[in-house]
């Protein structure tokens, strides 16, 4: 460890001068990752994950273990330290070493060259072992086996940073990308499987084989387990169809509009049209604003690619920018005499894109800049790694839903709508921003504060601030991690 030299230098600004020198003590800007370490050496995650990683190194010229090394990128991911060219800072840093199992006082942690080579050294069977060991870590979080499960495939675009491997351009977000593809399951707000491939495919490729691996996987364990599959209209392929009914798996998915399909609902777009004029007119003599009106309907389908006709649900709605259509089609069982919760229930994907834009946009899960292709494969995993890391521990510190409701409100959470619904999940956020904290609010309010680190023979004492003014979200999140430890992930 290097003991910059002292100096002092003094403002005037404040009447009082300021004096400013540097501390001899062992300082940190990030004290906030040592609950996630906590939670991690219970679920055991990042451990599993380096172990199935090929390390070709000769074991006596090794300073730096795999382990150390995934979890250096997987804590600077989380404290928003992206990319690899953090850690020649990072790699001196006190609590990054002891979230490295390493002593404040050891030598410095892996340098950024070092990173480089070991993100560009991960082959293609570590890539393969990852994914089963994503895999194991899903059905591992559940304590009990679930009746139903809900998986959502989407797509991402990841722009290039460069001239990195098979990134092409893409027409549609007119960009060289990569186009990765992604499994979550929206009850638990894991990421269960992800792929990246060259920017210039399709949308739905490969889908259909990961989704087929992960169904056989699952069905291993649960026999019983009723899959639901949801997915927007650029999945909407007859592969997908076909895979899905060959399984029995229960699917929506989104459905482009076209000309027989825009004809097929035009009586019911002009009874909602009609029906939203009268809602004006309510609404003025009311002085209030006009609510949209929606109308539902469902028709059995075959579009030219179609082997066989399928059912779909159209919506179609009047509001004060103008109409629109919307289809899905469905197997679900009810669809034909509930079309509109069957709509609502496909809408509901939406959460499942809010974590992939937590993962992209929160923790720049598009900073895959490395020049190989597996490097940069290799990279995504360490993403979603860092974000099912997030997520557990956002889940164990949440607040248990729904907290108490209203003594006015007459209308279960699960059954509201529209704003009132809105209304409830706002307030929740406020009630419970951990819990519902994207990860900028984690850094906000737990991550990202200053601490000193004193080290003596019996313990390593952390010493935070008592002026911080998030130091109860602090304490909250390490007592709900003593009282309700998770269960561990099986290797």
């Given amino acids: 460890m290097s003991i910059q030299p002292a100096w002092q230098h003094t403002l005037d600004f404040f009447g009082t001068p300021i004096v400013i020198e540097p501390s001899a003590g062992l300082l940190t800007s990030d004290a906030g990752l040592l609950p996630f370490r906590q939670l991690d050496e219970q679920l055991g995650l990042t451990e599993t994950f380096a172990a199935v990683l090929d390390d070709r190194r000769d074991p006596d010229l090794v300073e730096h273990t795999t382990l150390q090394m995934v979890r250096a990128r997987v804590y600077g991911i989380l404290a928003g330290y992206a990319d690899q060219n953090d850690h020649p800072t990072l790699r001196h840093d006190p609590l990054f070493k002891l979230l490295a199992d390493c002593r404040p006082s050891a030598a410095a942690l892996a340098s950024q060259p070092t990173l480089s080579r070991f993100e560009n050294a991960i082959n293609i069977p570590s890539l393969k072992r990852l994914r089963v060991q994503f895999v194991d870590q899903f059905i591992a979080a559940f304590d009990e086996p679930p009746k139903r499960l809900t998986l959502g495939l989407d797509g991402g675009d990841d722009r290039a940073h460069g001239h990195e491997q098979l990134t092409f351009w893409h027409g549609y977000y007119d960009q060289n990308q990569y186009l990765p593809l992604f499994i979550t399951c929206p009850d638990n707000d894991l ?19 990961d989704l087929e691996y992960l169904v056989r996987r699952l069905r291993q364990v649960w026999p019983d387990v009723v ?9 909407g392929i007859p592969k997908l169809y076909a895979v899905c009914e060959r399984l029995g798996l229960l699917y929506t998915f989104g459905l482009s509009a076209n000309a027989v399909l825009q004809r097929q609902v035009e009586p019911l777009l002009q009874q909602a049209v009609a029906a939203y004029e009268q809602e004006q007119r309510q ?8 609510q949209p009106v929606r109308r539902f309907a469902g028709f059995w389908y075959q579009a030219g690619s179609w082997e066989q006709a399928r059912y779909v649900v159209a919506k179609v709605e009047a509001n004060d920018k103008g109409t629109n259509r919307r289809f899905v089609v469905s197997n679900r069982p009810g669809a034909e005499l509930l079309p509109g919760p069957t709509y609502d229930e496909y ?22 800049s490395n020049h190989r292709f597996c490097a940069n494969y290799f990279r995504l995993y360490l993403h979603a790694l860092a974000m099912n890391l997030l997520v557990r521990l956002r889940r164990q510190v949440a607040e248990p839903w729904p907290v108490a409701l209203p003594v006015a409100a007459a209308v279960p959470v699960e059954a509201q709508t529209g704003a009132e619904r809105q209304r409830r999940f706002r307030q929740r956020r406020q009630q419970d921003p951990l819990g519902e904290g994207q990860p ?5 309010l737990v991550i990202k504060v200053a601490a000193e680190v004193v080290v003596s023979a019996r313990r390593v004492l952390v010493r935070l601030s008592s002026s911080w003014p998030h130091l109860d979200w602090y304490r909250r999140v390490c007592e709900r991690l003593n009282r309700r430890p998770e269960v561990a992930v099986a290797g």
């Fill in 440 to 444: 900028c609010t984690w850094r906000l």
């Fill in 347 to 368: 809408v509901e994907r939406g959460e499942s894109e809010n974590r992939n834009k937590e993962i992209k946009c929160g923790l720049e899960m598009d900073r895959l």
């Fill in 227 to 235: 899959i639901v599959v949801r997915a927007d209209s650029a999945f």
């Fill in 283 to 290: 609404a003025r003599q009311e002085e209030r604003r006009a």
């Fill in 191 to 209: 990421f269960v499987m992800l792929s990246l491939r060259p920017g210039s495919v399709h949308a739905a490729l490969g889908a259909d084989d």
